[in-house]
């Protein structure tokens, strides 16, 4: 493991006693081993001729599943206080599969390094897609047997747990406009998707009470939406936006009621349902990367975040102009951290429980990432405006831990704080793994006083 010394950017500004900094990643994105599980849906899209930009799969990926010691080690020597991992699905059903998973914790605990699994990121098993997937409401309570299985065997080492991961990009990738797996281009025939996944992750809630767990959430992505104009129709596109990618996925959760009329679309019996989805949660977990520009429909297809928008969506996404931009094109702007965190804080009062930042992160080359340092500084930073402001957060994970098949893009987006070299699996950390590592140190210096 590298270990020569960063140019050490100022210090970072002060936590609360507690504060718990981690790092991420998802299974599919770095197991690799797919031969030791059942497939999912990401197997099956991947291998569509077309729908990966680099044509490959995530059959080896990082290899985690037997490199996880390695991996687990460099968590131990980034220092970080805890790990955030998904829980394969297709694994758990297949022969041995939570071994792996019992193993992985029980590294994790003697690393001094705390487990937060992630119990559904994406890769939902092809059997239950073959019966419906995400449009049918037995999935809900398939996933509630899901987790009751894993909490019964790992609930008495873990005790963070998040249920979801990003069910909006979910829904509008991969049901709605087809980009990501499983590849349903419904547009807003995709609500139910929606519906049914929050209804898993409340039947999940309760199923992990059930097994004794105390210290539950979710992982939403969420970002500020910003008008292109003061001009009445971009006002009104961004409103529609911001309530489709952030009301539709936090109201349900927080405050058990589906905004403005968006609960007649759904299926089922939505009152008692909402019952179920707004189980109370321990903290509030957000994905944040970049705030969106919205403006009215321009009747073109539209290029955003690596995929093609097309021409009949109700608003149209625009550049967010004179702010630097990752490899990935994804703008930056920290400050967009704090917008989000304080409108959370003013929107839903006392039903909004503390939160955690489950992931930040941005893409960029080169194994001396200043770029990504000063990604990760300024919203770190950013973070803690948001605190000083009176948001209760309580912590904060980087995305990633490693480089890894990122989705659609393949290969070709390096998140990690850890070069992987796809070809001989060879982990190398960066200067960003670095960086973090050595403002970790100092905040737990400055906590002892």
Request: with cysteine; net charge negative.
């Amino acid at each position: 493991m590298a270990t020569d010394a960063v140019h050490p950017a100022p210090e970072l500004p002060g936590f609360p006693d507690g504060f718990l900094w981690g790092v991420s990643t998802s299974a599919h994105q770095i197991e690799g081993a797919v031969e030791e599980r059942e497939p999912s849906v990401w197997d099956v899209f991947s291998a569509e001729p077309g729908r990966i930009k680099d044509g490959s799969t995530a059959a080896v990926a990082c290899d985690h599943v037997h490199r996880h010691r390695e991996d687990v080690a460099l968590l131990a020597g980034l220092g970080v206080d805890a790990y955030r991992f998904s829980i394969s699905w297709p694994r758990v059903r297949s022969a041995g599969g939570l071994d792996f998973y019992d193993r992985l914790v029980d590294e994790l605990c003697a690393a001094g390094v705390r487990p937060v699994p992630t119990l559904f990121h994406w890769d939902l098993p092809t059997a239950l897609h073959d019966k419906g997937g995400w449009l049918e409401r037995d999935t809900a309570a398939r996933f509630a047997d899901h987790v009751a299985t894993v909490a019964d065997r790992l609930g008495d080492r873990v005790h963070k747990w998040i249920t979801l991961n990003e069910p909006a990009e979910h829904t509008l990738f991969g049901h709605a406009l087809g980009a990501h797996a499983p590849g349903e281009r419904l547009m807003f025939d995709a609500l139910p998707a929606a519906h049914h996944q929050l209804l898993a992750h409340g039947l999940a809630v309760r199923a992990l009470r059930a097994a004794g767990a105390a210290d539950i959430g979710i992982a939403n992505s969420h970002g500020p939406t910003w008008p292109a104009s003061p001009e009445q129709p971009d006002l009104d596109a961004a409103a529609f936006y911001d309530l489709l990618l952030n009301r539709l996925f936090a109201e349900p959760v927080l405050l058990g009621a589906y905004p403005d009329g968006t609960g007649d679309l759904m299926p089922g019996d939505v009152a008692a349902d909402l019952k179920v989805i707004s189980e109370p949660l321990d903290w509030y977990g957000v994905n944040y990367y970049a705030p969106t520009k919205v403006g009215a429909p321009k009747g073109t297809e539209i290029e955003f975040g690596g995929l093609t928008l097309p021409a009949d969506l109700p608003f149209s996404v625009q550049d967010v102009e004179d702010v630097p931009v990752t490899d990935f094109g994804w703008p930056v702007v920290p400050e967009g951290l704090t917008e989000l965190l304080t409108g959370f804080r003013d929107r839903y009062g006392d039903r909004l429980p503390p939160i955690v930042i489950t992931e930040n992160g941005c893409s960029y080359e080169g194994l001396d990432d200043q770029d990504r340092i000063a990604y990760l500084d300024g919203h770190i930073r950013a973070l803690h405006r948001a605190v000083r402001a009176g948001v209760d957060v309580r912590g904060y994970f980087v995305w990633s831990l490693l480089d890894n098949w990122e989705w659609a893009e393949g290969y070709a987006r390096r998140f990690g704080l850890v070069h992987v070299d796809y070809a001989t699996g060879k982990r190398t950390p960066k200067s960003s793994y670095r960086w973090f590592r050595d403002r970790l140190l100092a905040q737990r210096a400055r906590a002892r006083g």
